[in-house]
């Protein structure tokens, strides 16, 4: 694993592969970077599946509302839903949308991000200044590549585990 410079700041999600670890970036992205530790620490996150992964784009996950494995995996709904907190806005900035950057899922409106998020499986540029970057992989994409493809996918895999690494 990576080294932790800021333990605070840093998510560490276990999938099946392995774990992944995020360096938030609250410097950039303050309300997303919160949002997701206030729902990690809540275990929100715990047992979501990733309801829409695209070979050679991103990972799409973090519906906490449809996409729980333990309360029951609705494929129809999946990807629609967020938290019960309320829709962030955005926080676009120069952040480039590279190879294992965290971006937030929103509808067409730029201010409905809530839960959800995505991890790039490559550079993905077009989305730049579109969507809020708020971390970056910096340990474990190798298990991110892993993950099963599926609009939603057949199998999906999901987060086992979400935990700031300050409380791990």
Same mark, same amino acid.
């Given at each position: 694993?990576?080294?932790?410079? #800021?333990?605070?700041?840093?998510?560490?999600?276990?999938?099946? @592969?392995?774990?992944? %670890?995020?360096?938030?970036?609250?410097?950039?992205?303050?309300?997303?970077?919160? &949002?997701?530790?206030?729902?990690?620490?809540?275990?929100?996150? *715990? !047992?979501?599946?990733?309801?829409?992964?695209? *070979?050679?784009?991103?990972?799409?996950?973090?519906?906490?509302?449809?996409?729980?494995?333990?309360?029951?995996? +609705?494929? =129809? =709904?999946?990807?629609?839903?967020?938290?019960? /907190?309320? #829709?962030?806005?955005?926080?676009?900035?120069?952040?480039?949308? #590279?190879?294992?950057? /965290?971006?937030?899922? &929103?509808?067409? +409106?730029? !201010?409905?991000? +809530?839960?959800?998020?995505?991890? +790039?499986?490559?550079? !993905?540029?077009?989305?730049?200044?579109?969507?809020?970057?708020?971390? =970056? %992989?910096?340990?474990?994409?190798?298990?991110? @590549?892993?993950?099963?493809?599926?609009?939603?996918?057949?199998?999906? *895999?999901?987060?086992?585990? %979400?935990?700031?690494?300050?409380?791990?």
């Amino acid at each position: 694993m990576a080294e932790i410079k #800021d333990p605070e700041n840093t998510i560490i999600i276990e999938l099946k @592969d392995g774990p992944v %670890v995020i360096e938030l970036l609250p410097d950039v992205a303050p309300h997303h970077s919160q &949002r997701m530790k206030d729902l990690a620490r809540a275990g929100k996150y *715990d !047992n979501v599946a990733f309801h829409r992964v695209i *070979d050679g784009f991103m990972a799409q996950t973090g519906d906490v509302e449809h996409a729980n494995m333990e309360q029951g995996w +609705n494929p =129809r =709904r999946a990807g629609t839903g967020g938290s019960d /907190l309320p #829709d962030l806005p955005a926080e676009f900035s120069g952040v480039p949308h #590279d190879r294992g950057t /965290l971006g937030a899922a &929103r509808s067409s +409106n730029p !201010n409905s991000a +809530n839960s959800q998020f995505f991890i +790039n499986f490559k550079d !993905n540029h077009f989305l730049n200044r579109q969507y809020t970057v708020y971390g =970056r %992989v910096i340990s474990g994409m190798e298990h991110v @590549d892993k993950i099963q493809r599926g609009e939603p996918p057949m199998n999906p *895999d999901r987060m086992i585990t %979400v935990k700031v690494a300050a409380d791990a």
